[in-house]
C-alpha cells in the first residue's frame, strides 16, 4: 500500500512538473488552472495563440514562457486584470470571457534578459523565496527567458578564496555586506557592510538552488556571473600576482585585475568556474563585466584580456555565450574584436535614451558594436529611485529602428541591415524595480506587436488592462502624464525619475538629489499637478480597485514634490530679499508638504520604509544579524557609505526613496533643521551696510557682483553628522498600511489645488 501511494504521489508531482504554467496559474487564483487552458506546441518560431478550447480560454505557444507571455496577454486585455509588482493575485470569475477568433502574436526576438546587478541591491538584497518565486512569475508573464541569476554567487567566491589560502576573517574583509553586494561584484568595491555571517552563504546557497529549479522548469536558461579576473587588492602581496590596481571608486577601495598573462590566470578562473558549477551547476550563459566603470589603463592588454576570460569560461562549458554589458566604455573594442561571432552577447544597457548600437544617441558609439549580437535594453530606473519618468517616444523610435519594423525606416542601408541582422533580443536592465510599471508592461509587448504603435493608442489598451473599465477621465489623465513626466525627449540624458525636491540635502540652489543624475526640466509640473486632479476626481468609484489606488498615491506623490519644488523656491526667495514674514510662512508650508506625503505614501505598503527595514531583519537569525541587515538597509539608502564616500565620493543619496517613515524622520529632520538655520540667520542680519557694497574694495564690482554680496550666504552644517546617527537607530518600521488612500489622495489634492 505504501508503494502504491509513494507511486502514485510521484505520478502527481511529474504531472504537476509537466505544465509549470498551472502552477503559475494556481498561484494567481486558486483553481484558475481549471478555468484557463493551455498547450505546448512544438514549433521553432516563437509565439504564443489565444483561442478556445472546450469553452474554455486556451492559451498556445512553442514554450512555457511564449504560453505565460500569452496568458499575460490574455489577462490584460480580454479579462481586464493586469498582474505586476503590486499585485500578483487575482480573484478570476468563474467564466472567463472567451476570444471572437484565435489571436495569435509572434517575435523574431528569441532571447529576453532581465536584471542589472544593481537590481539585487537596491531592490532585492533582502528578499527569500516567497518573494522571489513572485518575481519568477512575473517574469514569465512578461516573457524573460535568460535572467541574471546573481543570488549567492558571495557563496562561490568564499569557497574558492578559501582554497586559495584565505582565511574567513580574509574573506569576510572582502565581500561586502547584503545591501553592497552589487557594487563588489561589478569590481567597485571591497568589504564595505560586511562581514557576512556564515549563516547568510547558507540561505543564500538555499535560495539561489530554489530558484535556479524553478527558472530551468519554466524553461529560462539562467545567466550566472562568470570569472572576470577579479581579486583581492592585496592579492599580489597575499598570492604573489601580477595584478594592476584598478585604485578607487568613489572612495571606496576596488579590487585588483589579474593580468591575463599571470601563470596562475589559468588555474584561478578554473576555481572559480570549477566552485560555481559544484553550487549551481553549468550555465549556456556567463555574464561578465571586467573593467566596469574604470578609466582606460596603459598597463592593461585588452586583447588579452577578452581572450583569457572567453577560453575559461569555454573550459567551464564549450557552449556557452558571454554576456556583457554595454556601458560606458565597455565592452572595450579591442577587447571583443578578435572574440567569434556567436560567443559573445553585448547588452545595449540604455536603448532608450543613450543607444551604442548606432543609432541616434547622446553617447553614441560609432559602429555598435561591430560583428557581435547584442539585445536592446531598457535601463528606465536608477538607484531604486521613487518617481515618475519614462521615455515613451524614445523607447518606440529606438526599438523600431533597431528591429527594422514596419514604419521605421523608408530606405535600408548596410549598417542598419547589420544592426537588425546582429539583433537578438531585448532584456529590462533597470536599476531598481518596483516602480512605473506603464514602462515595463509598453516594453515587455513590443516584441509582439508587428506594427508600429503610438503611446496614446497603447494607453488606451493599457488602462483598460490596469483597472479593468473603461473610463475617459483616467485615460485624459494618463495622457497628460504620456505627453510630460513620460516623455524625456531625446537629448536629455536624465539617469532615471524625476527626483523629489523632499529628498535632497538641503541647499540655496538645490536641483537634482542624487549627484548623479543629470536632471532637467523637462515637463510643466503644472501637468502632473492636473492628472493628479484629474485622476484623483474619480477615486470614489475605484474604491478597493488596487492597482487604481496604486497609482492615485503615485501620481499625487509626483504632483505634491512638483509643487513642493516650487514652494521651495518660494521660500529661498523670501530668504535671498529678507522677506522674514513670507519666509516663516513659505517655509511652514514647505515642511507641511514633507509631512503630508509622508502621511499619503503611508496608506500603501509598497511606499513605506517598512517594507524595506522588515525585509532585513526578518532574514537575521540572530539580534546580531538582523542589526547589521538592518544598518545596511538604512546606509543604502541614505549615506551610501562613511563620511568619505558620501561627502566626497558623492554617493549619498543615490539611492534615496521618496518612502514613509524616510520622509518623516529623515528628510524632515534635514529640512527642518536647514529652514531654521534660514530664520536665525536672518534673525541674525538686520544691519547691513549696504553704503559699504560698493565702496572700497567693491568699487569696482557690477551691480549683478554687489547684489550676489548682499545676499547671506548659506548656513554651514555637517550634513553628515545629522545623517549618520538614524543608520545606527534600531526604531522599527512597519510595513502595514495606515489610513484611506482615497481620503488622504483628495487632501494632498485640496492641498496642491
Not at 106 to 116: A, Q
Not at 230 to 251: F, I, Q, S
Not at 572 to 595: G, H, P, T, V
Given at each position: 500500500?505504501?508503494?502504491?501511494?509513494?507511486s502514485?504521489?510521484?505520478?502527481?508531482?511529474?504531472?504537476?512538473?509537466?505544465?509549470?504554467?498551472?502552477?503559475?496559474?494556481?498561484?494567481?487564483?486558486?483553481?484558475?488552472?481549471?478555468?484557463?487552458?493551455?498547450?505546448?506546441?512544438?514549433?521553432?518560431?516563437?509565439?504564443?495563440?489565444?483561442?478556445?478550447k472546450?469553452?474554455?480560454?486556451?492559451?498556445?505557444?512553442?514554450?512555457?514562457?511564449?504560453?505565460?507571455?500569452?496568458?499575460?496577454?490574455?489577462?490584460?486585455?480580454?479579462?481586464g486584470?493586469?498582474?505586476?509588482?503590486?499585485?500578483?493575485?487575482a480573484?478570476?470569475?468563474?467564466?472567463?470571457?472567451?476570444p471572437?477568433?484565435?489571436?495569435?502574436?509572434?517575435?523574431?526576438?528569441?532571447?529576453?534578459?532581465?536584471?542589472?546587478?544593481?537590481?539585487?541591491?537596491?531592490?532585492?538584497?533582502?528578499?527569500?523565496?516567497?518573494?522571489?518565486?513572485?518575481?519568477?512569475?512575473?517574469?514569465?508573464?512578461?516573457?524573460?527567458?535568460?535572467p541574471?541569476?546573481?543570488?549567492?554567487?558571495?557563496?562561490?567566491?568564499?569557497?574558492?578564496?578559501?582554497?586559495?589560502?584565505?582565511?574567513?576573517?580574509?574573506?569576510?574583509k572582502?565581500i561586502?555586506?547584503?545591501?553592497?553586494?552589487?557594487?563588489?561584484?561589478m569590481?567597485?568595491?571591497?568589504?564595505?557592510?560586511?562581514?557576512?555571517?556564515?549563516?547568510?552563504?547558507?540561505?543564500?546557497?538555499?535560495?539561489?538552488?530554489?530558484?535556479?529549479?524553478?527558472?530551468?522548469?519554466?524553461?529560462?536558461?539562467?545567466?550566472?556571473?562568470?570569472?572576470?579576473?577579479?581579486v583581492?587588492?592585496?592579492?599580489?602581496?597575499?598570492?604573489?600576482?601580477?595584478?594592476?590596481?584598478?585604485?578607487?571608486?568613489?572612495?571606496?577601495?576596488?579590487?585588483?585585475?589579474?593580468?591575463?598573462?599571470?601563470?596562475?590566470?589559468?588555474e584561478?578562473a578554473?576555481?572559480?568556474?570549477?566552485?560555481?558549477?559544484?553550487?549551481?551547476?553549468?550555465s549556456?550563459?556567463?555574464?561578465?563585466?571586467?573593467?566596469?566603470?574604470?578609466?582606460?589603463?596603459?598597463?592593461?592588454d585588452?586583447?588579452?584580456?577578452?581572450?583569457?576570460?572567453?577560453?575559461?569560461?569555454?573550459?567551464?562549458?564549450?557552449?556557452?555565450?558571454?554576456?556583457?554589458?554595454?556601458?560606458?566604455?565597455?565592452?572595450?573594442?579591442?577587447?571583443?574584436?578578435?572574440?567569434?561571432?556567436?560567443?559573445?552577447?553585448?547588452?545595449?544597457?540604455?536603448?532608450?535614451?543613450?543607444?551604442?548600437?548606432?543609432g541616434?544617441?547622446?553617447l553614441?558609439?560609432?559602429?555598435?558594436?561591430?560583428?557581435?549580437?547584442?539585445?536592446?535594453c531598457?535601463?528606465?530606473?536608477?538607484?531604486?529611485?521613487?518617481?515618475?519618468?519614462?521615455?515613451?517616444?524614445?523607447?518606440?523610435?529606438?526599438?523600431?529602428?533597431?528591429?527594422?519594423?514596419?514604419?521605421t525606416?523608408?530606405?535600408?542601408?548596410?549598417?542598419?541591415?547589420?544592426?537588425?541582422?546582429?539583433?537578438?533580443?531585448?532584456?529590462?536592465?533597470?536599476e531598481?524595480?518596483?516602480?512605473?510599471?506603464?514602462?515595463?508592461e509598453?516594453?515587455?509587448?513590443?516584441?509582439w506587436?508587428?506594427?508600429?504603435?503610438?503611446?496614446?493608442?497603447?494607453?488606451?489598451?493599457?488602462?483598460?488592462?490596469?483597472?479593468?473599465?473603461?473610463?475617459a477621465?483616467?485615460?485624459?489623465?494618463?495622457?497628460?502624464?504620456?505627453?510630460?513626466?513620460?516623455?524625456?525627449?531625446?537629448?536629455?540624458?536624465?539617469?532615471?525619475?524625476?527626483?523629489?525636491?523632499?529628498?535632497?540635502?538641503p541647499?540655496?540652489?538645490?536641483?537634482?538629489?542624487?549627484?548623479?543624475?543629470?536632471?532637467?526640466?523637462?515637463?510643466?509640473?503644472?501637468?502632473?499637478?492636473?492628472?493628479?486632479?484629474?485622476?484623483?476626481?474619480?477615486a470614489?468609484?475605484?474604491?478597493?480597485?488596487?492597482?487604481?489606488?496604486?497609482?492615485l498615491?503615485?501620481?499625487?506623490?509626483?504632483?505634491?514634490?512638483?509643487?513642493?519644488?516650487?514652494?521651495?523656491?518660494?521660500?529661498?526667495?523670501?530668504y535671498?530679499?529678507?522677506?522674514?514674514?513670507?519666509?516663516?510662512?513659505?517655509?511652514?508650508?514647505?515642511?507641511?508638504?514633507?509631512?503630508?506625503?509622508?502621511?499619503l505614501l503611508g496608506?500603501?505598503p509598497?511606499?513605506?520604509?517598512?517594507?524595506?527595514?522588515?525585509?532585513?531583519?526578518?532574514?537575521?537569525?540572530?539580534?546580531?544579524?538582523?542589526?547589521?541587515?538592518?544598518?545596511?538597509?538604512?546606509?543604502?539608502?541614505?549615506?551610501?557609505?562613511?563620511r568619505?564616500?558620501?561627502?566626497?565620493?558623492?554617493l549619498?543619496d543615490?539611492?534615496?526613496?521618496?518612502?514613509?517613515?524616510?520622509?518623516?524622520?529623515?528628510y524632515?529632520?534635514?529640512?527642518?533643521?536647514?529652514m531654521?538655520?534660514?530664520?536665525?540667520q536672518?534673525a541674525?542680519?538686520?544691519?547691513?551696510?549696504?553704503?559699504?557694497?560698493?565702496?572700497?574694495?567693491?568699487?569696482?564690482?557690477?551691480?549683478?557682483?554687489?547684489?550676489?554680496?548682499?545676499?547671506?550666504?548659506?548656513?554651514?552644517?555637517?550634513?553628515?553628522?545629522?545623517?549618520?546617527?538614524?543608520?545606527l537607530?534600531?526604531?522599527?518600521?512597519?510595513?502595514?498600511?495606515?489610513?484611506?488612500?482615497?481620503?488622504?489622495?483628495?487632501?494632498v489634492?485640496?492641498?496642491?489645488?
Amino acid at each position: 500500500m505504501r508503494a502504491l501511494l509513494l507511486s502514485l504521489f510521484c505520478l502527481l508531482t511529474l504531472g504537476a512538473q509537466a505544465n509549470p504554467v498551472d502552477g503559475l496559474l494556481e498561484r494567481i487564483d486558486h483553481g484558475a488552472s481549471r478555468k484557463i487552458k493551455t498547450e505546448l506546441v512544438k514549433q521553432d518560431r516563437d509565439f504564443f495563440e489565444i483561442t478556445t478550447k472546450g469553452g474554455k480560454p486556451c492559451i498556445k505557444g512553442n514554450t512555457w514562457v511564449n504560453i505565460a507571455s500569452g496568458l499575460n496577454w490574455y489577462l490584460k486585455y480580454y479579462a481586464g486584470v493586469q498582474l505586476t509588482w503590486n499585485q500578483m493575485k487575482a480573484t478570476l470569475p468563474a467564466t472567463l470571457p472567451l476570444p471572437k477568433k484565435p489571436e495569435r502574436r509572434e517575435t523574431d526576438l528569441k532571447l529576453r534578459y532581465d536584471f542589472n546587478y544593481c537590481t539585487f541591491s537596491y531592490t532585492m538584497a533582502f528578499w527569500d523565496w516567497n518573494r522571489w518565486q513572485k518575481e519568477i512569475d512575473w517574469m514569465a508573464l512578461h516573457g524573460i527567458n535568460m535572467p541574471l541569476a546573481a543570488v549567492g554567487t558571495e557563496c562561490v567566491w568564499r569557497n574558492m578564496l578559501l582554497k586559495l589560502g584565505y582565511s574567513e576573517e580574509e574573506v569576510g574583509k572582502f565581500i561586502a555586506g547584503p545591501a553592497f553586494l552589487a557594487w563588489w561584484e561589478m569590481n567597485n568595491l571591497e568589504g564595505w557592510g560586511g562581514p557576512l555571517p556564515l549563516s547568510w552563504y547558507k540561505q543564500q546557497e538555499t535560495l539561489q538552488k530554489k530558484m535556479l529549479a524553478r527558472m530551468k522548469e519554466m524553461g529560462m536558461k539562467p545567466v550566472l556571473p562568470g570569472y572576470c579576473g577579479m581579486v583581492p587588492h592585496d592579492a599580489k602581496e597575499r598570492l604573489g600576482l601580477n595584478v594592476t590596481d584598478a585604485g578607487k571608486w568613489n572612495g571606496y577601495q576596488r579590487p585588483a585585475n589579474l593580468s591575463p598573462t599571470d601563470s596562475r590566470f589559468t588555474e584561478i578562473a578554473d576555481l572559480y568556474y570549477k566552485e560555481l558549477t559544484k553550487l549551481y551547476g553549468k550555465s549556456d550563459f556567463y555574464s561578465m563585466d571586467p573593467f566596469h566603470e574604470s578609466g582606460d589603463d596603459a598597463a592593461v592588454d585588452y586583447a588579452k584580456a577578452g581572450k583569457a576570460l572567453m577560453s575559461a569560461m569555454k573550459r567551464a562549458n564549450p557552449k556557452a555565450i558571454w554576456v556583457v554589458q554595454g556601458w560606458n566604455e565597455n565592452p572595450r573594442p579591442q577587447m571583443i574584436e578578435d572574440l567569434k561571432v556567436g560567443d559573445i552577447l553585448v547588452l545595449d544597457l540604455f536603448s532608450e535614451c543613450r543607444p551604442m548600437f548606432g543609432g541616434p544617441s547622446i553617447l553614441k558609439r560609432d559602429g555598435g558594436y561591430g560583428k557581435h549580437q547584442w539585445l536592446f535594453c531598457m535601463l528606465e530606473n536608477f538607484g531604486g529611485n521613487v518617481g515618475l519618468h519614462g521615455r515613451m517616444d524614445q523607447l518606440l523610435n529606438n526599438f523600431y529602428l533597431a528591429t527594422g519594423k514596419k514604419d521605421t525606416q523608408k530606405q535600408e542601408n548596410s549598417s542598419l541591415l547589420t544592426l537588425h541582422s546582429s539583433l537578438k533580443g531585448w532584456g529590462f536592465t533597470m536599476e531598481g524595480s518596483e516602480n512605473n510599471p506603464v514602462m515595463f508592461e509598453l516594453m515587455s509587448e513590443l516584441p509582439w506587436r508587428a506594427e508600429k504603435t503610438t503611446k496614446e493608442d497603447w494607453l488606451k489598451e493599457y488602462c483598460y488592462a490596469r483597472y479593468g473599465v473603461h473610463d475617459a477621465t483616467i485615460e485624459k489623465a494618463w495622457t497628460i502624464l504620456a505627453q510630460s513626466i513620460y516623455n524625456c525627449p531625446m537629448g536629455n540624458n536624465q539617469q532615471g525619475p524625476h527626483e523629489s525636491i523632499f529628498c535632497g540635502r538641503p541647499s540655496l540652489n538645490n536641483f537634482q538629489v542624487s549627484s548623479w543624475s543629470k536632471m532637467r526640466n523637462y515637463y510643466d509640473p503644472e501637468d502632473t499637478r492636473q492628472a493628479a486632479i484629474l485622476f484623483a476626481s474619480v477615486a470614489d468609484k475605484y474604491r478597493g480597485n488596487n492597482n487604481y489606488e496604486y497609482d492615485l498615491v503615485d501620481i499625487c506623490r509626483q504632483a505634491l514634490a512638483d509643487q513642493g519644488r516650487k514652494q521651495y523656491w518660494k521660500a529661498i526667495a523670501d530668504y535671498q530679499s529678507f522677506s522674514r514674514k513670507e519666509f516663516d510662512k513659505d517655509a511652514d508650508r514647505f515642511l507641511k508638504m514633507i509631512l503630508l506625503q509622508d502621511q499619503l505614501l503611508g496608506t500603501r505598503p509598497e511606499f513605506r520604509l517598512g517594507h524595506w527595514i522588515e525585509e532585513a531583519r526578518n532574514l537575521g537569525k540572530t539580534a546580531e544579524e538582523k542589526d547589521l541587515y538592518e544598518w545596511n538597509a538604512r546606509v543604502q539608502i541614505t549615506t551610501w557609505g562613511n563620511r568619505v564616500c558620501a561627502d566626497d565620493g558623492g554617493l549619498r543619496d543615490y539611492g534615496h526613496k521618496e518612502w514613509q517613515g524616510l520622509l518623516k524622520d529623515f528628510y524632515y529632520k534635514r529640512w527642518s533643521t536647514y529652514m531654521k538655520a534660514l530664520a536665525d540667520q536672518m534673525a541674525a542680519c538686520t544691519n547691513i551696510d549696504y553704503d559699504a557694497l560698493g565702496s572700497g574694495k567693491n568699487a569696482g564690482k557690477t551691480s549683478a557682483e554687489l547684489f550676489q554680496l548682499a545676499l547671506p550666504s548659506a548656513p554651514k552644517i555637517d550634513w553628515y553628522a545629522l545623517e549618520e546617527p538614524w543608520t545606527l537607530q534600531k526604531n522599527p518600521y512597519s510595513s502595514k498600511p495606515e489610513g484611506n488612500t482615497v481620503d488622504v489622495a483628495k487632501e494632498v489634492i485640496h492641498f496642491i489645488k
